[in-house]
């Protein structure tokens, strides 16, 4: 069965960077459309950013140009690259996954996808 597994989240510095990694399992990560989501405490899940079956990305504006995502064909993986990390990116970090519609189909709606990963705690502090 489909199945994600997070890792890589840390507690770190303001200005620091974090590399989390989502293992799939299940389906092969070329096939599906995937993305990464956040929960902040006490506040409502986040789309961060999405990648298509091809890998092409879409970010919130609230990290475009600081987080990168992307895909490992080869290795199955699902990754986010974060840079210049602020406290307000404090949050529990989610991997997601639905079978993809082709190119361009990245949506960052909590809904539209069908798996998800347990999730990686990611601290900054100020």
């Known amino acids: 069965q489909v199945q994600l597994v997070e890792s890589g989240g840390d507690s770190v510095q303001a200005g620091g960077s974090l590399r989390l990694s989502c293992i799939a399992s299940?389906?092969?990560?070329?096939?599906?459309?995937m993305a990464w989501f956040r929960q902040p405490p006490g506040k409502d899940r986040e789309g961060v950013a999405a990648?298509?079956?091809?890998?092409?990305?879409k970010y919130a504006a609230s990290v475009k140009d600081r987080f990168i995502i992307s895909k490992d064909f080869a290795k199955n993986t699902l990754y986010l690259q974060m840079s210049s990390l602020k406290p307000e990116d404090t949050a529990m970090y989610y991997c997601?996954?639905?079978?993809?519609?082709?190119?361009?189909?990245?949506?960052?709606?909590?809904?539209?996808?069908?798996?998800w990963g347990q999730g990686t705690q990611v601290t900054v502090s100020s």
């Open positions: 299940g389906f092969p990560v070329e096939e599906y459309t």
């Open positions: 990648v298509d079956r091809d890998g092409r990305g």
């Open positions: 997601a996954a639905r079978r993809g519609r082709g190119q361009y189909y990245y949506p960052l709606t909590a809904s539209l996808y069908t798996a």
